[in-house]
C-alpha cells in the first residue's frame, strides 16, 4: 500500500507519458580532440532512451562506454551531433537546468565525514531546495520515499562510512532517485560488488525503471545480469558501433559475438555466458540427466574433450553419478582420471 | 538533535562572550568585570583604565574574534574544496602569499604614497592579492595531483617559494624596515587599532557573508566535483568564489595580525566533532564561534608571562597535536 503511494509521488512528476524516446541522439559522434588531434570514438550514433525501461550499456573495454556516458550526461562536449532530452539539447543548457533532467551514479567513492543516509541522500534535492537549502516537510517527503524505494529504512540515521559497498550503492541510488528527474545514468554500479550484491542492485534498478517510469541507463560489464535484468541493449564494439535491441534478439541474430569477437573464448548463446575456447581434440559421447548435463560438459571441454555421437568412449550421466563402461563413477575428479586412462591406454595399445 | 546543535550553539556563544571579557580584564593591569561593565555604560570610573579598555584591549578583542572566526571559517572552506582534512591557509601556503604581499609593500614604503600605506589598505589589499595568488596557484595544481598528502607538500613549497622571496627582499631593504616585517611575523592582535579596524572589519564581514551564502554549494561539493556538477553546481564559478572568499578573510587577518598557524586546521574539526554533522549551515556558524573562543584563549594565555608571548607560537601549541592526531586517526 505504501509503496504504491510513494510510487505515485515519483511518477505524477516525471513528464512521461508511456514508452516514447526520452532521449535522443542525433549523429553523435564521440571522442576527444585535443591540441588539434581528433580521436573519434563512436560516431553516427542515432540512440533512444525511452521512459519506463531499464537500458544496460555493455561493450568491450575501450569501446568507449564512460565516454558516451559522459557525453549524455552533457559532463563532456561531442564530437558532432546532438543529444536531446525531451526536445531540449543537452549541451546548450545550464547546469542547473540539466541537474533536473539527469540523475548521476558514478563510480568515484563518497566519503563525508558524520554524514548519515539521510544526509546524503537530501544532498540529492540540492537542485529542487531553496537559496537556504531549508529541508521543507515536502523535501523530507521526498528523502524518505527515495530511501523507502531502495529498502534502506532501517539504516535511514547511520553514518554512511559504516555501510557495507552493497548498501552505499543502494544509497547512493536513494540520493539519485530524490533528484526526481525523469533519467538516472548509473556508470558501473556494480562493480566493486559481491554477487549477491550485483543481482540485488540491478533487479532494484529493474524494478525502480518499471515503477516509477524512469529511463534508467547503467554501463556494467555483467553481461549475464544485463542479459536478465534490461528491457534493452545498447551494445557497443570497439569497431565504432552501437547495436541496440531487446537483449534476446542481440543474442538470436549474433550481434554479441561479433561484439566480443576473440579467438580465445565466444558468445555461448545457450547459456548468455562467454564460453573459453578450449583445445579440444579427444572424442566422448554423453548422455543422460539434464541438471548434471550442463556441469559435466563443462568439465569434460576444460580437459579438453569434444562432445561427439556415437563416439567410442561413451558417458552415461546418472541422477547421482555417471556410469562408464559400466563402471559407476560419483565424482567429476575421478571421471575425468577414468576417462584420461581409457585415452592414454588406447594411445599405448597402438 | 536538533535540540543538542541548540544547546552547544548557546553554550559556545556564552563561553565565546565569557572569554571576551576575560581578554578584556586580563593584561598587565587588572581591570574587573565591574569597571568593564561601568566603562561600556557610559558610567566611566578611571581615566586610565577607560583608555585602556577602548583604545586599546577592545579592539585587541575584537580582532582576536575577528581573526579566530576568519581562519577558521577559511580552513573549513578549504577543507570542503580540496576534499582534504588537513587544508588550511597556513599549511597551504596562503598565509605565506599574503606575507609576501605585506613584504612587498613594508619594504617598497619609501617608493608608495604615504597615506596609502599608513591607512592600512594598502597592506590588506596586497595580503589579500598573495593569498588569492598562492590560492588560485594550489586550486591549479590540486588538478593535476589528488593524493592529500602531495597537495599539502606542494601547498608547503609554494610557501617556501615566497618565504625565499621575501628573504631575498629583505637583503635589499632598509634596517626599519625589516625591523618593521620581523615584528610583524611574529603575530599580534594588538596591532589593530581603531584605524585599521574601519579597514578589517568590513573585509572580514564580507569574507564571511560569502562564506555563508556558499553553504549550500559546500554541502554538494562534499560529494566531489563530477556530483556536485550532476547536482547543477557550477563548479568554476563556486571555486571562484571560495577563493575569493578565503583570500579576504585568509589574506585581510593575516595583513594585520602576521601568520597565525594551525587555527585553520584544528577548528573545523573540533567543530564536526562536537556537532557531529558535516552540513555548513551548522558547521560554519559552529566554526565562528570556536575558532573565536580558542584566539581569545591564546591571548588570554599570551598574557599571562611577563612578556606577552607572540600569538603564532601559542595557536601553533594547540594546533600542531590536532594535525598529528588527524593523520594518526586516518592511517
Given at each position: ?350 | ?16 562572550v565569557g572569554f571576551f571579557l576575560a581578554d578584556l580584564a586580563w593584561g598587565s593591569i587588572h581591570i574587573s568585570l565591574h569597571e568593564i561593565l561601568s566603562v561600556f555604560f557610559g558610567r566611566e570610573s578611571d581615566g586610565i583604565n577607560s583608555e585602556i579598555l577602548l583604545n586599546f584591549r577592545l579592539p585587541k578583542a575584537i580582532t582576536a574574534v575577528l581573526a ?50 599608513s591607512s592600512g ?59 618593521l616585517?620581523?615584528m610583524w611575523?611574529f603575530g599580534s592582535l594588538s596591532a589593530v587599532t581603531w584605524s585599521y579596524m574601519h579597514v578589517l572589519l ?54 594585520f595580525t602576521g ?33 573565536a573562543?580558542?584566539i581569545l584563549?591564546c591571548d588570554i594565555i599570551s598574557q599571562i608571562p611577563t612578556y606577552t608571548l607572540p600569538i ?20
Amino acid at each position: 500500500m505504501i509503496e504504491e503511494k510513494e510510487i505515485n509521488k515519483f511518477t505524477e512528476k516525471s513528464p512521461s507519458g508511456g514508452f516514447r524516446g526520452l532521449l535522443t541522439t542525433e549523429n553523435l559522434s564521440i571522442g576527444y580532440s585535443k591540441k588539434g588531434k581528433v580521436d573519434v570514438v563512436q560516431s553516427e550514433l542515432n540512440l533512444q532512451l525511452r521512459a519506463g525501461e531499464l537500458v544496460c550499456l555493455i561493450g568491450p573495454n575501450g569501446s568507449g562506454k564512460s565516454t558516451l556516458l559522459r557525453t549524455l550526461t552533457g559532463l563532456q562536449k561531442p564530437l558532432l551531433g546532438k543529444t536531446l532530452i525531451d526536445g531540449k539539447e543537452i549541451s546548450r543548457l545550464k547546469q542547473s537546468e540539466k541537474a533536473l533532467l539527469i540523475a548521476l551514479v558514478l563510480t568515484e567513492r563518497v566519503d563525508i565525514e558524520n554524514a548519515t543516509v539521510y544526509n546524503l541522500v537530501s544532498l540529492g534535492r540540492h537542485p529542487h531546495s531553496n537559496w537556504w537549502g531549508n529541508i521543507t516537510e515536502e523535501e523530507d517527503a521526498f528523502i524518505h520515499e527515495a530511501i523507502k524505494l531502495v529498502h534502506m529504512d532501517h539504516k535511514m540515521h547511520q553514518n554512511i562510512n559504516e555501510l557495507s559497498d552493497g548498501e552505499r550503492q543502494r544509497a547512493m541510488i536513494a540520493k539519485a532517485l530524490a533528484q526526481d528527474t525523469p533519467i538516472i545514468m548509473l556508470d558501473e554500479p556494480t562493480a566493486h560488488l559481491d554477487l549477491p550484491n550485483r543481482v540485488e542492485i540491478m533487479l532494484l534498478l529493474h524494478r525502480l525503471a518499471h515503477k516509477t517510469g524512469k529511463a534508467i541507463l547503467l554501463s556494467t560489464h555483467e553481461l549475464d545480469l544485463a542479459l536478465q535484468a534490461a528491457d534493452r541493449i545498447w551494445l557497443m564494439s570497439a569497431d565504432k558501433k552501437v547495436e541496440c535491441g531487446v537483449p534476446e534478439d542481440l543474442v538470436f541474430n549474433g550481434s554479441f559475438n561479433r561484439a566480443f569477437e576473440s579467438k580465445s573464448y565466444f558468445f555461448n548463446a545457450a547459456n548468455g555466458n562467454f564460453s573459453m575456447n578450449y583445445p579440444m581434440t579427444k572424442k566422448v559421447w554423453v548422455s543422460g540427466d539434464k541438471t548434471r548435463m550442463y556441469w559435466t560438459l563443462r568439465a569434460l571441454a576444460r580437459a579438453g574433450y569434444m562432445v561427439v555421437y556415437d563416439a567410442e568412449v561413451q558417458i552415461l550421466v546418472t541422477e547421482d553419478g555417471w556410469t562408464l563402461n559400466e563402471k559407476i563413477i560419483s565424482t567429476v575428479e575421478e571421471l575425468l582420471l577414468e576417462i584420461d586412462c581409457l585415452f592414454h591406454n588406447s594411445d599405448t595399445n597402438r | 538533535m536538533k535540540s543538542r546543535t541548540f544547546l552547544l550553539f548557546v553554550i559556545l556563544s556564552f563561553l565565546t562572550v565569557g572569554f571576551f571579557l576575560a581578554d578584556l580584564a586580563w593584561g598587565s593591569i587588572h581591570i574587573s568585570l565591574h569597571e568593564i561593565l561601568s566603562v561600556f555604560f557610559g558610567r566611566e570610573s578611571d581615566g586610565i583604565n577607560s583608555e585602556i579598555l577602548l583604545n586599546f584591549r577592545l579592539p585587541k578583542a575584537i580582532t582576536a574574534v575577528l581573526a579566530g572566526a576568519s581562519l577558521s571559517v577559511a580552513g573549513l572552506m578549504m577543507q570542503t574544496l580540496f576534499r582534504n582534512s588537513l587544508a588550511d591557509p597556513y599549511i597551504l601556503g596562503v598565509s605565506s602569499g599574503a606575507s609576501l604581499g605585506v613584504a612587498l609593500v613594508m619594504m617598497a614604503a619609501s617608493v608608495l604614497p604615504v597615506a596609502f600605506v599608513s591607512s592600512g589598505w594598502a597592506l590588506i589589499v596586497a595580503a589579500i592579492i598573495g593569498a588569492s595568488v598562492v590560492l588560485v596557484l594550489v586550486v591549479g595544481v590540486s588538478f593535476k595531483v589528488h593524493n592529500a598528502v602531495s597537495l599539502l607538500i606542494v601547498g608547503l613549497m609554494f610557501g617556501t617559494i615566497a618565504g625565499s622571496i621575501v628573504s631575498v627582499l629583505q637583503n635589499f631593504s632598509n634596517p626599519d624596515a625589516i625591523k618593521l616585517f620581523v615584528m610583524w611575523t611574529f603575530g599580534s592582535l594588538s596591532a589593530v587599532t581603531w584605524s585599521y579596524m574601519h579597514v578589517l572589519l568590513p573585509v572580514v564581514l564580507i569574507g564571511i557573508g560569502m562564506a555563508f551564502s556558499l553553504q549550500k554549494r559546500l554541502d554538494g561539493l562534499l560529494l566531489g566535483e563530477n556530483y556536485a556538477r550532476g547536482l547543477g553546481i557550477s563548479i568554476q564559478q563556486t571555486r571562484f568564489l571560495i577563493v575569493i572568499a578565503t583570500g579576504l578573510l585568509a589574506g585581510g587577518v593575516t595583513a594585520f595580525t602576521g601568520p597565525i598557524a594551525f587555527v585553520g586546521v584544528a577548528i573545523p574539526h573540533i567543530a564536526r566533532g562536537l556537532f557531529r554533522t558535516s552540513s555548513h549551515k551548522t558547521l560554519l556558524p559552529a566554526t565562528v564561534l570556536c575558532g573565536a573562543s580558542l584566539i581569545l584563549i591564546c591571548d588570554i594565555i599570551s598574557q599571562i608571562p611577563t612578556y606577552t608571548l607572540p600569538i603564532n607560537t601559542i595557536s601553533a601549541l594547540f594546533g600542531a597535536p590536532i594535525i598529528i592526531w588527524i593523520i594518526l586517526k586516518k592511517k
